[in-house]
């Protein structure tokens, strides 16, 4: 007979397993807080500290990403600095509260303490462990939250009770916020919104008023009061125009002039996925079996939703495809596979000894899944010369071997009798953070800027006539894109001045007499001589 001493013991436990799921979490995060940056991160951190002191985006520096990333950037970098340090720690307590928010979620799949307090690690363990620089701080794992807290609303929510309809409007508000992440996003919590007034009406037996009247409705207007101030703080911050042309002009002419990545870009992210997830994912289709078919759940109706909708997204940007695009999948597999491990455990305890089966399957998965990976991560990167405590250029160029450039341009530009001024940077974005120089943040290389915008940097260019001008080797089918004005430029105001070891080009603006601080001469430039197909994105720079 089960007593409340019993209720207060499982409660002990699954308050215990949680505290160890969060360390976990913790200090998998940790050993992540010296990774570098890659382009996107080093472009995020950049234009952040501008709209720290004062920048607008999509018109003192430009990219094609919404704007909601470099809020969370500013707001990081504001907290513990604009740096790596300072990004990853602000990552580290924004993942944190997806924690919490995943174990509310965890009883609805799981009723073993040891299940639901480790759910964290289920869902977030195997990200750690496969990231690498590329996949840090993208948007695809910063939205996770509030889709997250839109499932956790909706999960108990009912339209038949009149106090439930805040969940409904606070769920319609959290829709607004991703779309200010990325556009597309935003159709993933609001299929769950659907998902749930669907399974209110349909399983629930409510009246179709009471789902419109309770539910509908104050999701609608939770999404309207959300949209109206969002719409009000862009038109006051004076970049509402540009906000609304980077989310619903530019995708459709971007899709009209560069190619689409070719189907091995997306094979190859799913391989990274699935390289990771491929011991869960047997468990979260158990899982997904149970919550759909016998138990007909609402969250699994919500995960479900948030799978396909997810998975129609990321298909439909056809410019990308990257790696990074599938950090949205794995909290909803990782919540699948407890419940699937929650199937296992009741089988395995009919077996003798059964009662191990559980912590056996969950170590076995902790190694596969988590420990192999982070065991390759710390005898490549950790123990293979000096930690970051000791010298953290030296770690994180043997994490990320494409700093080279970014730390051999800052010594370029510190030269002894290097010029003054600002520099352009028509290459890898981080350039920006290293080079120590003021930038002409509205021309960037890494960015798919249309022909047209390119034609009007070249013009900005000629008018500024930055003291240094860099081109990237493998952002030149980018910045090719509008035709040879750049190559123009450079070649009747500029003097080739140094060539990086990833092939990246210096210029310096030719004056009265030369700097002194350039390599011995070149006869031609390489980014005069080198053609690329408009459009025509090469391999290794497919990559990044």
């Known amino acids: 007979m089960r007593t409340v001493s019993d209720g207060f013991d499982v409660q002990a436990r699954t308050r215990l397993c949680a505290i160890a799921g969060l360390a976990l979490v913790a200090v998998l995060a940790l050993l992540h807080l010296w990774y570098p940056f890659d382009d996107d991160q080093g472009l995020f951190t950049f234009g952040a500290r501008e709209l720290a002191h004062g920048a607008r985006i999509y018109a003192d520096f430009w990219d094609l990403k919404q704007p909601g990333i470099y809020w969370y950037y500013e707001a990081a970098g504001s907290l513990f600095g604009f740096?790596?340090?300072?990004?990853?720690?602000?990552?580290?307590?924004?993942?944190?509260?997806?924690?919490?928010?995943?174990?509310?979620?965890?009883?609805?799949?799981?009723?073993?303490?040891?299940?639901?307090?480790?759910?964290?690690?289920?869902?977030l363990g195997p990200y750690w462990a496969k990231a690498d620089p590329i996949h840090l701080s993208q948007v695809e794992i910063v939205v996770v939250l509030p889709i997250a807290l839109v499932a956790w609303l909706l999960v108990d929510a009912t339209p038949a009770l009149a106090r439930h309809a805040w969940r409904f409007a606070l769920a319609g508000a959290l829709v607004v916020a991703v779309v200010a992440f990325k556009v597309i996003l935003g159709a993933i919590p609001?299929?769950?919104?659907?998902?749930?007034?669907?399974?209110?009406?349909?399983?629930?037996?409510?009246?179709?008023?009471?789902?419109?009247?309770?539910?509908?409705?104050?999701?609608l207007a939770g999404g309207v009061v959300a949209a109206a101030l969002l719409f009000a703080y862009l038109w006051q911050a004076g970049i509402l125009d540009g906000t609304l042309w980077v989310a619903f002009t530019y995708p459709h002419l971007a899709l009209g002039e560069y190619d689409w990545q070719p189907s091995s870009m997306l094979q190859r992210s799913l391989a990274w996925f699935f390289s990771g997830e491929r011991f869960l994912v047997p468990f979260a289709a158990f899982g997904a079996w149970r919550e759909l078919v016998v138990r007909r759940s609402r969250l699994g109706w919500l995960l479900f939703a948030w799978l396909v909708v997810g998975v129609v997204a990321v298909l439909a940007q056809v410019l990308s495809w990257w790696q990074y695009h599938f950090n949205l999948f794995f909290v909803p597999i990782g919540l699948y596979a407890v419940g699937g491990l929650e199937m296992f455990a009741a089988w395995a305890m009919r077996l003798r000894g059964g009662r191990w089966a559980l912590p056996a399957a969950l170590a076995a998965l902790a190694v596969l899944c988590i420990g192999v990976s982070m065991l390759h991560k710390m005898q490549r990167y950790w123990y293979s010369g000096p930690s970051p405590l000791v010298d953290r250029v030296a770690y994180q160029m043997r994490v990320e071997q494409r700093l080279d450039a970014m730390v051999e341009g800052r010594g370029f530009l510190a030269r002894a009798g290097a010029l003054p001024g600002r520099i352009a940077n028509l290459g890898d974005p981080r350039m920006f953070l290293y080079a120590g120089?003021?930038?002409?943040?509205?021309?960037?290389?890494?960015?798919?800027?249309?022909?047209?915008?390119w034609r009007d940097a070249a013009a900005l260019l000629e008018r500024e006539r930055p003291a240094y001008i860099y081109l990237g080797?493998?952002?030149?089918?980018?910045w090719t894109h509008g035709g040879d004005g750049i190559q123009r430029l450079v070649g009747t105001r500029y003097t080739l001045c140094h060539v990086d070891h990833r092939r990246g080009e210096w210029y310096e603006l030719r004056g009265a007499a030369p700097s002194g601080v350039c390599d011995a001469p070149v006869a031609t430039a390489s980014a005069a001589a080198a053609t690329t197909a408009p459009g025509a994105a090469p391999v290794d720079a497919a990559e990044h």
């Open 473 to 478: 080797n493998d952002t030149r089918y980018i």
């Open 190 to 219: 609001a299929a769950l919104i659907g998902v749930a007034l669907l399974h209110a009406w349909t399983a629930q037996r409510l009246r179709f008023a009471d789902v419109v009247l309770r539910g509908a409705l104050p999701a």
């Open 437 to 453: 120089r003021a930038a002409i943040g509205a021309v960037n290389g890494s960015g798919y800027m249309l022909a047209a915008q």
């Open 83 to 123: 740096d790596e340090v300072g990004i990853h720690l602000f990552d580290l307590g924004w993942m944190l509260v997806v924690c919490l928010v995943l174990l509310r979620l965890a009883p609805h799949v799981a009723a073993r303490p040891l299940l639901v307090g480790l759910a964290p690690v289920a869902c």
